[in-house]
């Protein structure tokens, strides 16, 4: 999005919060790192991050909320149910974790399910928040 569209974002975000304390630099640190999204994903995600959020969401909550609106990445109860259900369509980064617990069979056939689904989620969540991180990161630098 264009600087000018940022900074408009900011400045709803901010009129939102008027209880937020900010220094002299808020505003032009959040447009810095909110210009390089894009302009209607952002403004969707500023949109439900008011309506649900109590204080001023951060920028990398921000960044986060739109690299995943964008990736369509699976929740983590989305990634189990396919990773424990038989003939599934698996997302690719479901695949990669259920095969760091040797596949869709190993899960599905767990002497412990509970445990098992355990360690799924965790290992799933984890990977899952390096992508998103990698994504928005990466869509930073590209924009530099």
Same mark, same amino acid.
């Given at each position: 999005? !264009?600087?000018? *569209?940022? !900074?408009?974002?900011?400045?709803?975000?901010?009129?939102?919060?008027? %209880?937020?304390?900010?220094?002299?630099?808020?505003?032009?640190?959040? /447009? !810095?790192?909110?210009?390089?999204?894009? !302009? #209607?994903?952002? *403004?969707?995600?500023? #949109?439900?991050?008011?309506?649900?959020?109590?204080?001023?969401?951060?920028?990398?909550?921000?960044?986060?909320?739109?690299?995943?609106? #964008?990736?369509?990445?699976?929740?983590?109860?989305?990634?189990?149910?396919?990773a424990s259900t038989k %003939? +599934?369509?698996?997302? +690719?980064?479901? @695949?990669?974790?259920?095969?760091? $617990?040797? %596949?869709?069979?190993?899960? @599905?056939s767990a002497e412990q399910? /509970?445990?098992? =689904?355990?360690? $799924?989620?965790?290992?799933?969540?984890?990977?899952? *928040? #390096?992508?998103?991180?990698?994504? +928005?990161?990466?869509?930073? =630098?590209?924009?530099?």
């Amino acid at each position: 999005m !264009k600087s000018h *569209d940022a !900074k408009a974002v900011v400045e709803q975000l901010l009129a939102a919060y008027p %209880g937020t304390a900010t220094r002299e630099q808020t505003a032009s640190i959040y /447009t !810095k790192y909110l210009s390089s999204l894009d !302009k #209607e994903a952002t *403004d969707r995600v500023v #949109e439900n991050l008011i309506a649900s959020s109590i204080e001023l969401p951060t920028i990398a909550e921000i960044r986060a909320a739109v690299v995943n609106a #964008e990736l369509q990445l699976p929740t983590p109860l989305e990634a189990w149910r396919a990773a424990s259900t038989k %003939g +599934s369509d698996l997302h +690719s980064l479901v @695949r990669d974790v259920c095969d760091l $617990f040797g %596949g869709t069979y190993n899960i @599905r056939s767990a002497e412990q399910p /509970t445990i098992m =689904r355990a360690q $799924f989620l965790k290992a799933y969540t984890e990977r899952r *928040d #390096e992508v998103l991180r990698d994504a +928005s990161v990466a869509r930073l =630098r590209w924009a530099a």
